[in-house]
């Protein structure tokens, strides 16, 4: 039997794949979660099979669940599910080695073929995503700037960023300045939502 944590913040989509995995006869829903947070603890307490993660759930996102489960070294299987063909997103979920990545419009036939596969030890990505791969644009920030554009993300202000980060108001400042030109952009609001975009402060 195949044990799988769902984590998925559309509650619609969520009971959705719940109640079509459960009707195959080797796979098992052991938990739901709403988001991250939630699902790290269900990992956690039930140590599934495999996990299938959207990638953009509150708290948590899969990639930093997947990067918590290859950090401590579980043996949980990662399936990465995304409405989203983000490069950067993509070339973070190889980095991680996750054993799939799946758009959420894939028929779920497909979906279910994807967990038996990896529990096979193979690897799956849908196949509109392989060549997003080979277009992948290169982050051109810094860790630091990243770390700053990360934080902004969180709605944190400068004077909150710069005590997080042990930096002055100005450096934080002057970050953000240089990230705003490197991507092209007017705002910082702007520069933190290309760079979310282009997953590269996931």
Known sequence: MIRIVIAEDQKLLRGTLTALLSMEEDMEIVAEAENGQAAWEAIGHYEPDVCLLDIEI????????????RQEGRSTKIIIVTTFARPGFLQKAMELKVEGYLLKDEP???????????????????????????LREENPLTERETDVLRLSKSGLSTKEIAKQLFLTEGTVRNYL??????????TRQQATEKANERGWIS
Not at 58 to 69: K, T, V
Not at 112 to 129: F, H, N, P
Not at 179 to 185: H, N
């Open 108 to 134: 779920i036939d497909f979906l279910i073929q994807s967990i038996r596969k990896v529990m096979a030890g193979e690897r799956v990505i849908s196949t509109d995503l392989a060549a997003v791969l080979f």
């Open 58 to 69: 509150p708290f948590l996102s899969g990639l930093e669940i997947a990067e918590r489960l």
């Open 177 to 186: 300045s240089i990230a705003i030109q490197k991507l092209g952009v007017q």
